[in-house]
């Protein structure tokens, strides 16, 4: 989860870093959307709400929440730690580092897309 470090690593309370825009707040708070979601196990605000419609149809289309409960089966304790955001239009690229109860650390990149109105994740590993 985004914590004080982040804050004020990534979005202006470190020497020489320049204050998050509104863009970097909004891709953050959809990657601490999709950590809280993960730990609840809620698959439906997975699917319908934080993937965009592509990520949503590599995910299985009507079978998405199904699907993607399977694949988070013994997933405990979520963690999506964010290192860096970097927006390119109406794409962003979060640099991560993920874990879990009884799993390593990870390092990954999520991939966003605005898409109607709001950032969405667009696939995990780019």
Known sequence: MAGAALQ?????GGDGVRPAGEAEKAVAATVRQLERA????DYVAICG???????????GGPDCVSLTRSAAAGVERPRIRMESIQIEGNKARVTVRTSATGQGEAGD?????RERGRWRVDSLGG
């Open 8 to 12: 004020a690593g990534c979005f202006g």
């Open 38 to 41: 993960t730990a609840r196990h």
């Open 49 to 59: 709400d934080l993937l965009t419609a592509s990520a949503r149809r590599r995910a």
């Open 109 to 113: 990149a999520l991939l966003l897309r």
